[in-house]
Every structure is written in structure tokens, then in C-alpha cells.
């Protein structure tokens, strides 16, 4: 007896694994149409890159685009497909995203090592993403006033999405963290006021532009701690696929941003997108370090870690 | 001669019991073959409608995998596929999923081959650029459609329509049946019992039923009317033709008296009469004496003359509620009722021996006749006609001897 797909279409029949050209073809629809689009054999045509893209994103974007450029390669960008990380893996890895600039994580890793992802390890947020200040309710605004060390942090109980990798690191310095649900609109608040959780930290930056005010519509008993930040080694690094047909683009963007950053270009691209925090919100305010279980600092190659951002230093 | 055989005789059924019983088995076979008829087309509706709702299904939980799979999310992924392989219709599903290259499978093992209904659809997800990449394949495999399951499906609501549908037709049929056949055939039946015989307004009963009903049935009675207003012709002229022939045979054709006959009826009845009243009678034998050489000078014509002359004389010589009748060749016999005493007998016997004896004319002679009588009382003598009869001709031929 044969198939029938949900048009009543007569299919092949399975042989295991799908492997029939049909297959195949839709397996790689996408690298098809890129490829189609690219025209690599038509010489003198720009070849069409599927890039990750996202609002927050247009530094980091910007930053690839030019070290491609200098690099020696001129390409199209096709936006890829928008997913969760686990998506944006797969993507990559298959070889259907070209580029994507996303976080390190555990995963990431394990695949560089595989040989199935390729990682340019150049810190496009410049180590803010590691950055990390509390939200807590403001009837108790003052509760971190003195705290100075991880260790006095591990008498507050801490929130945090359910699979973020923030959770091992916080736990892997001893800090209780619990895992919830719910968090987008600011829904913590109500466990904090039970007494279930202490303190909710989310990016620096992220938390102070946008997450604020946005918890504070439906929130407004939430404030940030004015006394302290965490801050571990997370790096948003750019990321290329493994297959054959991006070997060129990652020789040109090492290259690229090898000249970038030598030439100062890429604190230059950098600033025309992002800034700094404000010299106000971190003067008062004690930076505590904890570690990062799955990877430290000395994952940004040596010529490139003068990039991460270091308020003391400066 | 016509030999008919010893049957036992049909039991009686109405035209409606026979009219129903021949009905019964084309209605059977039409239900049959309506049943059959409906059993299969319900098979194949139900087979297309199964086919229908399985692709239904299968579109249905191919649209809810295509976030889970596109989040690379196996773990929801797992459980609906678990949902659809717990669906009553679904044998088993299996996913292949393209982000991990994993193969989720709940459910029984699935049959590469066999009559169960297999379908398989790739999943795909359709970005906000409307670009569509494979996540996954889903195969289902669905419990095969019986044609048992199908039959009984439809079968209870066709038994129950057939049902009522005979109850109704049944039960029209019936006030049908009354309406046009069965009070027709009453009315037909108690106007025959009626009678042909025209009412007050000239009409018979039948006829006026035969008016009623410009039909079949009318002229069915129409012709029964006819057969019978025949009949009644014939039966009258058959009864016109025995009283002519009692009368023929009962009567003596020469003197117009009763013969033997006649005197036997009314004897027995003069008996019957006697013995209720108690008023008693007698019978008279009367020979003639002298007539034998009268019919022999004179001829026949003469002898028969001599006797119907007898015959006129004993008539006029007793009264008109007694009987005379002539037993035969020269006998004659008289029944006289409610006689009282000897006296009255004896001069009844000498009034009529003297009125046999006056001479008579023919052909221009004088002739005359004698008369032996023999009396027998009832019920002295006798209680039945032939003592009677036996007692007078006893005294008769006394007298005779004694001439």
C-alpha cells in the first residue's frame, strides 16, 4: 500500500530514514533557493548569505557586514528565518543559516568541538551581555545594600526562566535560584510578594531601557536594586555554518575582523549602534564577578579581549 | 359420474389475511435487496468518509506539530503524538523529526504493508517571508474500516424505518381494504340476504348497492343480480311445472277425483284430526257391482262414463270438507269426519249405495250399477290408514258375500 499526503497526492513510500531526492530537496529548500539565488557559478554576481537578523541585533549585523566586506568578500544578506536558539542551531549547523550572531552556550560549544559549527569568538556586545542587575520589589529597594561579594548573595532566593542558561551559572556560585514559568510582563513580582523569590536579574542594558518600564505597566511595585551587578562571562560571538559553501565567508570574516578591530573600525561600527552604560548607573553600584561554569574570559582570543568592556579600568 | 375427493377442508382466511401473505414475500425481497443495497453504499460513504476524516486528522496534528518542530521542541512534539496514537481510529503514528533527526513513534508497530490505511504528510513551517522549510514527516496508520462495523451502522436505522414503514403500510392497507372491498362485500352480502325483491321505491337492495358502486365489485353483483332474477324465473317455472305434475299425479285423470295418493294424505290427516278433536269418522270402500259387464257390452266409453258418473254422485252425496277419491278400476273410497252414532253412518252408507244405483243414460240405453260398501270406524277400528283400509275392505267384501 502506498502514502497519501493530506492532499490525497500518492507519496514514496519510507525507506527508514527519508532520504528520496524529494527528500532531500525538501530537506534543503533553503540552501537550494540560496544557492539558486547566488548563482555561484555566474561569475561576478555577490553571493546571497542567509544572515540572522533581529532589532537588537543591527550593531552586531552591521559589525559582520563590514568585516565581510573588509575581508574581501561582497555578499547579499537574506534574513534567516526567526526561532528559538534551538532552531537557530539546527539552521546553522545544517548548513540553511550561513551566519548568525547569538550567545555561546554549552551547545554551541559541544558543536564547535564536533566539527558541525564554526565560531569566530569576537565579543560583539563587548562582555555587557554578562552584565546583570536585579529587579525586586520597591518596598524592599534597599534589601542588596550590603551585599558585596556571591557569597552574601546566597541568602536571596533568585528567579529565573525556566531553561536559561543563566541558572547553572547562579547555581554553580552557590546562589538558590528557582525556575519559573512566566517572567515576560513581569509576573514574578506576585512570588516575590509571596516571599517565593527575592530578586528576578536580567541584562544590564535590556533591563534599563525596556524591561522596567514594561514590567512597571502591570507592575508597578517593581524597581531595580541601585546596588549591585553580576557579571559572568557571557560573549555574543558570530557564528558561521559548517558546509563547504560558507568556508569562503568564514575565511573573509576572520580576516575581516581581524583588520576591524587592529584597525579600531570595530569600536567605531560598534558605537554608531550601542553605548556604554551611564557612568550613573554603575558608579554606585558594587560589580560582584561569579563564574561561568561552561566557559571564562579566556574564550575571546587575547588580541580581542581588550574589547570587553571594563568600567574599572577605565 | 363425477368421483370427488376426500379433503380435509382450507382453513377459512379473509382476503385481507391472503391479500397480506402474497405481499409479504416481494415486500421481504424488496427489503432485502434495499437492505443489501443500502449496506454497501453505507460501506463505501463510510469509507470515503473515513478516508475524509483521517486525512482530516492527520492535517490537524501535522498543523499543531509545526511549532513544537520548528522550536525543535521534542518533548511536546512526543506528546502529541502520543494524543493522535491514542485516537480511537489511529493504530499507530510515527514522526521524523529534522532538527535532531530523531524519530518518534507511539502506538503499535507500524505495518509496512496490510489493508490498514496508511497516510504520510511532510510538516512545514512557513516563515514571515513565506518561505517553507521541511521540519518533519507524520505517518498514520489507522484501524481498517470493517464493512461489519459499516452494515451495522446504517442496518438498526433501516430495520426500524422498514418497521414502521410496514406498520404504516400494513394499516392503510387495511382501512383500504375495508373501505373498498370488505364493507362493499358486507353490504353486497346483507343485501343478497335481503332479497332481489324490489323495495318501496322499486328498487331491490342489490340494485341500490349496484348503483353505489360503478366498479369491479358492481359488476360482479350486477351479474349476480342478473343470474339471479334468471333464477328466480327458472325456479318458478319448475314450481309451476311440479304442481302441475303433483297435480297430475295425484289426481285420476277420468273422474277428476284423488287416486291412491290422496287418500293416504288425507286419511292421515282426518286421523291426526280425529284423535285432537276426539270427534270421530270412517272410511267407506265402495265396489260397484255390475260395471265389468257394462264395460264389456257397452265398451270402454261406457264403463268410463258409468264411473265418472259415480264419481260426480258420491261427490254430491257427501259434504264438501269430505274427501272422495277412486282407488282404481271400479273401487272407490270416502273419508267422512266427525260422524256421530251408527244411525248416521248407516244412512249415509244407504244414501249413497241408492244414489250409485239410479239409473243412468248412454247412448240410448238404460244402464245401472250396484255398490258393495264396507265401513271402518276411526279410531274404533283401527288408528292407521292401512288397519282402516284392510277393516272396510273386510266389511266390503262381507257385503258382497252377502248379495
Known amino acids: 500500500m502506498g ?14 530514514r527519508a532520504r528520496g531526492p524529494r527528500a532531500l530537496l525538501r530537506r534543503h529548500t533553503v540552501l537550494v533557493l540560496v544557492l539558486a539565488l547566488s548563482g555561484l557559478p555566474a561569475a561576478g554576481a555577490p553571493p546571497v548569505l ?40 539546527h539552521m546553522i549547523s545544517a548548513g540553511h543559516t550561513h551566519i548568525d550572531m547569538m550567545p555561546a552556550t554549552p551547545a554551541r560549544l559541544r558543536l564547535v568541538r564536533a566539527g558541525r559549527l564554526r565560531m569566530i569568538p569576537v565579543p560583539l556586545d563587548r562582555g555587557l551581555l554578562g552584565y546583570r542587575v536585579n529587579l525586586l520589589l520597591a518596598s524592599q529597594r534597599d534589601k542588596l545594600a550590603r551585599v558585596r561579594t556571591a557569597s552574601d548573595l546566597r541568602g536571596f532566593n533568585m528567579g529565573q526562566n525556566i531553561g536559561w542558561m543563566d541558572v547553572e551559572i547562579y547555581r554553580h556560585a552557590g546562589i538558590p535560584t528557582k525556575e ?27 533591563t534599563l531601557t525596556h524591561f522596567l518600564p514594561h514590567f512597571r505597566k502591570t507592575y508597578p511595585q517593581l524597581t531595580v536594586d541601585p546596588h549591585l551587578i553580576v557579571r559572568y562571562p557571557w560573549f555574543r560571538f558570530v557564528w558561521v555554518s559548517p558546509k563547504a559553501d560558507a568556508d569562503e565567508v568564514h575565511a573573509a570574516l576572520r580576516r575581516g575582523f581581524d583588520r576591524l578591530i587592529a584597525s579600531g573600525e570595530f569600536l567605531r561600527i560598534w558605537s554608531r549602534y550601542r553605548r ?39 | 359420474m363425477t368421483v370427488v375427493a376426500d379433503r380435509p377442508p382450507l382453513p377459512r382466511r379473509s382476503l385481507y389475511q391472503q391479500f397480506v401473505r402474497q405481499l409479504l414475500v416481494p415486500l421481504l425481497l424488496a427489503f432485502a435487496l434495499a437492505t443489501t443495497g443500502t449496506v454497501l453504499i453505507g460501506y463505501h460513504a463510510e469509507q470515503s468518509k473515513g478516508a475524509t476524516e483521517r486525512r482530516k486528522t492527520v492535517d490537524t496534528f501535522a498543523q499543531s506539530l509545526v511549532k513544537p518542530l520548528w522550536d525543535c521542541d521534542n518533548a511536546t512534539a512526543q506528546g502529541i503524538v502520543d494524543a493522535l496514537a491514542h485516537l480511537p481510529a489511529v493504530a ?105 325483491e324490489p323495495d318501496r321505491s322499486g328498487t331491490s337492495p342489490l340494485e341500490q348497492e349496484i348503483r353505489r358502486h360503478n366498479d369491479e365489485l ?68 265402495i265396489d260397484l257391482n255390475g260395471f265389468k259387464p257394462i264395460n264389456d257390452t257397452h265398451g270402454h266409453a261406457a264403463g ?20 272422495v277419491v277412486r282407488l282404481g278400476g271400479d273401487e272407490f273410497v270416502v273419508i267422512v269426519e266427525n260422524l256421530h252414532g251408527d244411525n248416521t253412518l248407516q244412512a249415509l252408507i244407504d244414501k249413497l249405495g241408492e244414489a250409485i244405483a239410479q239409473p243412468q243414460e248412454y247412448a240410448g240405453h238404460i244402464l245401472s250399477v250396484g255398490a258393495s260398501i264396507g265401513a271402518a270406524r276411526f279410531p274404533d277400528d283401527g288408528t292407521t290408514s292401512a288397519a282402516l283400509l284392510v277393516h272396510a275392505d273386510r266389511a266390503m267384501y262381507a257385503r258382497k258375500s252377502r248379495r
Open chain 1, 3 to 16: 502514502f497519501q499526503d493530506t492532499r490525497g497526492n500518492m507519496l514514496p513510500p519510507p525507506s527508514g
Open chain 1, 50 to 89: 542567509v544572515v540572522q537578523n533581529e532589532a537588537h541585533l543591527q550593531h552586531a549585523r552591521a559589525l559582520v557586514g563590514a568585516a565581510l566586506e573588509i575581508g574581501g568578500m561582497s555578499a547579499v544578506f537574506v534574513d534567516a528565518p526567526k526561532g528559538n536558539e534551538r532552531r537557530n542551531l
Open chain 1, 180 to 206: 519559573i514559568k512566566d517572567w515576560a510582563d513581569g509576573e514574578f513580582a506576585l512570588q516575590m510578594e509571596a516571599g517565593l523569590l527575592d530578586l528576578f536579574p536580567l541584562g544590564l542594558e535590556e
Open chain 1, 276 to 314: 556604554p552604560p551611564a557612568a550613573d548607573v554603575l558608579r554606585d553600584r558594587v560589580i560582584i564577578d561569579i563564574d561561568n561554569p561552561f566557559y571564562g574570559p579566556g574564550l575571546v582570543p587575547p588580541a580581542w579581549r581588550h574589547l570587553l568592556f571594563r568600567p574599572e579600568v577605565r
Open chain 2, 92 to 196: 499507530a503514528a510515527r514522526l521524523t523529526e529534522r532538527c535532531q533527526e530523531q524519530r518518534l513513534a507511539s502506538g503499535t508497530q507500524m505495518l509496512e504493508s496490510g489493508d490498514a490505511p496508511r497516510y504520510r504528510t511532510a510538516i512545514v513551517y512557513r516563515d514571515e517571508r513565506s518561505r517553507q522549510f521541511d521540519v518533519g514527516e507524520l505517518e498514520v496508520q489507522f484501524h481498517p474500516t470493517s464493512i461489519i462495523t459499516a452494515a451495522l451502522e446504517v442496518l438498526w436505522r433501516y430495520l426500524v424505518l422498514f418497521f414502521a414503514l410496514l406498520g404504516v403500510m400494513l394499516a392503510g392497507t387495511l382501512i383500504v381494504f375495508r373501505r373498498t372491498i370488505s364493507e362493499p362485500l358486507d353490504r353486497f352480502r346483507a343485501a343478497i340476504r335481503t332479497g332481489i
Open chain 2, 218 to 285: 358492481g359488476d360482479v353483483m350486477q351479474a349476480y343480480d342478473e343470474l339471479m332474477l334468471e333464477l328466480t324465473k327458472v325456479i318458478g317455472q319448475l314450481r309451476e311445472n311440479e304442481q302441475a305434475l303433483m297435480q297430475t299425479v295425484r289426481r285420476d285423470p277420468l273422474t277428476g277425483l284423488g287416486n291412491r295418493l290422496v287418500l293416504e294424505e288425507e286419511l292421515e290427516r282426518a286421523l291426526r284430526r280425529a284423535q285432537r278433536h276426539r270427534k270421530p269418522g270412517c272410511v267407506l270402500l
Open chain 2, 304 to 323: 268410463d262414463r258409468i264411473l265418472q258418473e259415480t264419481a260426480r254422485r258420491l261427490q254430491a252425496g257427501v259434504r264438501r270438507s269430505d274427501t
